[in-house]
């Protein structure tokens, strides 16, 4: 049997997307997106990861967060 679930508006529509941390390479629903060494190169990084390499670095900074639920 299949359900149905009503939705009450279109806003409530989200797409989950999952996506690979780009160091450990787990499947993870939000990434952070950062730099972490003298090259400038923006990465996508887990939660973990980038605690990791946020920790005592100098070259560390933080451009914003990607999360697996879009509203549109």
Not at 2 to 21: D, G, M, Q, T, W
Not at 27 to 54: E, G, M, N, T
Request: proline share 4%; hydrophobic share 35%; glycine share 2%.
């Amino acid at each position: 049997m299949i359900s149905v679930v009503p939705i009450k508006n279109l806003f409530e529509v989200a797409r989950i997307r999952e996506k690979n941390c780009e160091i450990c390479q787990n499947v993870v629903f939000v990434r952070y997106r950062i730099q972490h060494d003298p090259s400038q190169q923006w990465i996508l990084v887990c939660p973990d990861c980038r605690r990791k390499l946020a920790e005592n670095n100098a070259h560390y900074r933080y451009g914003g967060t990607w999360k697996a639920k879009k509203r549109h």
